[in-house]
Structure formats: C-alpha cells, structure tokens
C-alpha cells in the first residue's frame, strides 16, 4: 500500500522540525531550567483582573468562543480609533500571519524581508511556496527604505517590517515610518508586526489610517499582557482586507477563556503600566550585568535585550551554550553579524539574579 | 492606491461568512437563548478534575505551550494503543483537518464525500482549491461503499467519512468499516472523523493499525469532554503523516491551558461514563419529546438526535425558526432527504424541559 499523495509544494518543503520549545531543551537536558529567558514571554505575568476574568470563563469553556470575537473586537476597535470593521482577532500573531500569507502569496510570488528578522514569517511564506527576498539589517536595525526599494525590484507583493525589531529590540520612529510608506510599491501590502509596540516610547506606533490599503498591523496579548500560553492576537486593517479572511480562516478557532482573558487585559491600563516599569528596569538590570562582564547591549524598546558577546556568530554561540548549560534559557539571533549577540528577555530580579550567576562563568567557558 | 493582491484561489471563494455561531444570533434577535442545543456541546461541561487543571495551568499562562504536546501526545499514544509518533494534537478537529487538506489538495484535486456532510471538512477543500465529488446518505448513513466507489471514480486523494455521522446520529459497525477499506483506492487517504465515538455503542471503532497507509482517525476533547471552547482535538495516523504536518502547521498554535486541560479530561474516565449515561438519558427523553408531539428520531450514537419533522426541508426550517424564535438554540440537516429533520443536541433536564414546553407551539406555527 502507499501513503497519501502530498502536493508538489508540500513536497518540496524541508522534513526539519522549525521549531524547538524549551521543553524538548529540558528534556533533552533531563533538567528544568532556573531562568526561562529565550521566548520573550512576559514573566511578571498577566494581571490579576485577566486571570480572575479567565478563571471565570472556565466555566463556560464547554461552548464554543464567539467566532466574531465580538465583545473583544469591539474593545480593540475603540482602542485603536478604528471600527470594529477594521478588527480581526486571531490565533496569536502566527496564526494571524498564516493566513495573511495565504491570502496573498501563491508559489511563484515574491516576499521581502530582512535577513534574520522573525523566522515563522519565513515559514510561513514557505509554506504557501513564496520567494523571500532578503535585504541586510543596517546598523542592527530593520530598513524600511532597503526593504521598500526590494519590492519594488521583485514586485513583491507583501512585505514585513516589525517595530520594534525582533531579535535585536531596536526601532524606528513612527513619524519616519509614515514617510516611508510613500516608497512602497502600489500593490505591495506592509505588514507591520508591532508585537512589542507596548515596550517602545511613545511615537514609535506610526499614525495610519485603519482603512489605509498600503498596511495591515498586528498586535499580541502574547507579550506585554503576558498570555502567551492563551494564543491571541490582533489585525488593524482595511476592511475589506479583514472580511478576506473570513474565507479561510477556522471560524470557530478561539478558545473562549483566551478571548475573555484579552477583553480583560485590555482594559487593565494600571498593569500593563506596571509591566513596562518591570520591563523597563529589567532592561537595566540586563545592561548591568553586561557591563559587569566587558559586554555591551544595544538599546531595546522591548521585553527583551541584545547582549553584544564582542566577537564572531560563533563566540556568541558559545556562551549561549554555556548559559543553557548553566541553566539559562536565552536565544540568539541567527544571521550574521547580528549573531554576534544573544537575546536576553526581561525577567524578574530573580531570574536575572541567575544570570548575573552563571554568565561570568559562561564567559569564561566561551573564551576558554 | 489600490488594494493587496489576492492569489487567484482567494479571489474565487465566496465572500460570504460561513458559520454563524449563536452569540451572533442572539445580537440579531437582541435576547439571550433559554436552551444552547444547536452546536452539539456538551452542556454536562468538563469534569471537576480538568476544571481544577485548567485553574491551577492560568498561573503559568504567560509561557508559550510546548509545541510537542509531549506528555499530552505521550497520554493519548496510550489511550489509543500507538506510539507517540502517530499522535498529532491540534487546535480542534478543525485545525487538523485545515492543515491535512492543505497537506493533500492542491487546486483541481478530487475529494469525495457525502452531501450534506460536516461543513467545516467541504470548506476546508474549496479554501485549497480541491474539488468536492459528492455520494448520497443511503437511510440517513454516510455510505462507504459509494464513497470508495466514487473515490475510484474520480481518483480522489482524500475522502471523508464521519462515524458516527453528524448531523444524522447514525453509525456503522467499527467491524464493517474495517472491510470495506479494502474498496479505498489506493492512494487515497480515508480521514475517518471519530468526534462523537465516545457516544456510540462498543465496537463502532473500528480496529486499524496506527501505521495503516489508507487511514488517518481524528477525535476531540469538545464533545464528551466538554472542551469545545478550549480548541484541542488529536489525529491518529502513520508516522509519516503524522510528521509531514510540522512543514506546515502553527507549531506554537496551542493553548497551555487547553493541554493541561486535556490530559485532566483524559484521566478522568469516571465524569466520561457520567457524561455518557447522562448524553444516554437525554437521548431517551428527546426521543419521548418527540413522540409526545406525535414525530419521530432517528437512533443516534451522539450526544444529539435527528428529529425527523415528518415533512419536507421547509417545514423543519419552519420548526426551526419558530424554535429559534420561542429561545431554543438547534440546527439542521442542509440537504435533502437530511433535511426532513432538526437536530437536538442532549441538554441537561432543565434544556430539555425548555424544549418540551415550546415545542407544541413551534410545530402548530409551523403547521398553520
């Protein structure tokens, strides 16, 4: 007997698992780690009232969540200063980026990106048989006009940007993005993930008008709001781009207890204030500890932070190694020459403390 | 400015909302339903226990789920006698049936089912471009026979049955089943959709190797373990199927909080046989219901029950609606013969008497 009959696309698409969690690392270790700083999860948590508000839905967790997400794209659409028509709600950014990615990108069709920026955006546009069109980094930062001028020379037909950056934490003011737009090829949608907007000072949220056809945003309570684990997300666009999906997407994909969990974040302005004074003061503390070891950081306007190791991709790996034997959950970006760093997230004192513990030693492991 | 560039598959689907869920329809008529039996959940809710996990995984909701599912796929890789290998869990029976359609169909390939069949599974097909060649129910059964006949016909690479079926209830024989593979093209993948099988009588499982080329089984925690809003299902197949889904799926698409969950719900064999005794029971009194207003059911091996209206698919969508009007939640077959009934799902008494006060008057509105 033979198997099923995959598609030629999924054919060609490498059998490698993409992603490792820090569990199969455990696992593969037979040891917990002390300090889970590689994921840029928020560990100050959600707020009380988003747990008291999901603890509550539990008991309704045998219905279905509202497949218009309602109440919450209501909430969003209010905060964002748009209608509710210009809204989506989805399974995290991921999910989120999925289908955008389906929409639009049939094999054949080009996709720019910068080269070593957020690796399931890759995945995905691989996934649907896109040709990515890479642009470098330029000084650790992602470059709207490099990004904006390759699209014009593949015709792409979307393009992603995050601000802030992910790895490095760096960004761009809002008010140059806007500029920038106007270099974007007619026909070529920005997707502009602003995962960790909440980090970032104020103006680097670019003002752009919800029905602008040019951009499609997306936002998480994956970070800031510390729901990683609850799987949701957010798209502010035209809405006649936010209607396409509801071709494709899985209608009934909410869990209920994310959504109500969201509804309540949202509204819970005092602990997200409070969150970014954490994250404010971790950010701090990780530049400290660098300092404390001959290392410098970049500036962040993040959860998390990009230790410079002061040598080659390799070096910087080392001491990952080194920290992640030690305990230390971190990650790294992958290309060069941002690969000369590790990604630090911003975690509580005690998880720093951690770090601030082993790194030493992992330097020294690294060097020696 | 013009708008993004939709693939030309996206550009053919229709632009209408495929699934109203009932929220929606409670906004439309501006008032709650006194009884939510449309959608096939389990109103006996989870068991205490998986409540209690759920509660006690919200503290540490902040981190992303393990992507592996590891102990969650090691638990059900018992439950189902397999190794871990043939278990995939997934964001429902709906997410994986997205993703293995995405795995199979590519535009113009030929998928065989019945019409009037799962929704959800046809919508899937035409979001990749596949092309749905229908069979009829034979006495309100998904038919194996003309499935497989007209697999062969079209040179089908996916086929779908559901046992038991939805939205009829009925069932075949796990035995019966197990012989008329032989008729399965080669090539040709049967997904076999076991959602409701904790419902049905011994032995309508039927015995299939977990490493059988022809056979990928799917099953969820949102009917017997009343999970439907926690989003959480599991497929069973060959280990290479099984794999094939990491080219493609959200790896970091669960919710923790619905894994914990999970693995609670599959221990606590005790509230399964009380959710089994107490679907039976509701069973039998939708069953007297009916007949105390003179129409009859259809034997069901689900937690719902095909009322057969005794006329045509008009009248049942005129009892229906006058339910719907009167506050009860139900829905129907879509397709004729099937569409002679409505279907109920098995509340708790309370439901039920709701159902067995207003349903006199919905059949004289809809006679008169």
């Known amino acids: 007997m033979t198997g099923p009959r995959y598609t030629d696309l ?16 455990e696992r593969a270790r037979g040891a917990p780690f002390r300090a889970r700083l590689g994921a840029n999860e928020s560990l100050f948590g959600p707020s009380p009232k988003t747990i008291a508000a999901m603890q509550a839905e539990l008991a309704d967790i045998w219905k279905y969540g509202d497949p218009s997400s309602h109440e ?10 748009c209608a509710p ?7 995290g950014i991921d999910g ?11 094999p054949g069709d080009a996709v720019a990106t910068s080269d070593g ?18 642009v470098p980094y330029v000084e650790d930062h992602e470059d709207p006009s490099l990004l904006f001028a390759k699209a014009h020379e593949v015709g792409a037909k979307l393009v992603y940007l995050a601000n802030p950056d992910n790895p490095m934490g ?4 809002g008010a140059k993005l806007t500029v920038a737009l106007d270099d974007l090829p007619e026909g070529c949608l920005l997707l502009l993930d602003e995962a960790y907007i909440e980090f970032a000072p104020h103006g680097t949220a670019p003002t752009i008008d919800a029905e602008d056809p040019r951009v499609i945003r997306m936002r998480t309570f994956s970070k800031a709001h510390g729901m990683a684990g609850a799987r949701i997300g957010y798209a502010t666009g035209a809405a006649g781009l936010i209607k396409s999906f509801d071709k494709i997407r899985n209608h009934f994909g909410m869990n209920r207890v994310a959504q109500a969990g969201a509804l309540a974040a949202l509204e819970d302005r005092e602990w997200l204030a409070h969150v970014q004074r954490e994250v404010q003061s971790a950010r701090d503390r ?29 070096f910087a790996k080392a001491v990952l190694d080194a920290l992640v034997a030690r305990d230390v959950f971190v990650r790294m970006p ?10 630090i997230s911003c975690g509580r004192p005690q998880d720093l403390d951690v770090l601030a513990e082993v790194l030493p030693e992992a330097l020294s492991e690294a060097r020696g």
């Open 334 to 343: 992958f290309v060069a020459p941002q690969n000369r760093c590790i990604r």
């Open 85 to 91: 028509e210009n809204i989506l709600v989805g399974e």
């Open 117 to 134: 920026a957020y690796p399931t955006f890759n995945y995905h546009v691989a996934g649907f048989g896109g040709v990515l069109h890479k």
């Open 286 to 314: 990780i530049d400290q500890i660098a300092r404390d070891n001959g290392l410098t950081t970049l500036p962040s306007a993040t959860n998390f932070v990009a230790v410079d190791c002061g040598g080659d991709g390799d």
């Open 96 to 106: 989120l980026l999925g289908n955008l990615v389906r929409l639009l990108i049939a």
């Open 170 to 173: 760096t960004w761009h003011d």
């Open 72 to 81: 919450l794209r209501h909430a969003l659409a209010a905060h964002m200063a």
């Open 10 to 25: 999924i054919q060609s698409l490498p059998s490698t698992v993409p992603f490792v969690g820090p569990e199969e690392q």
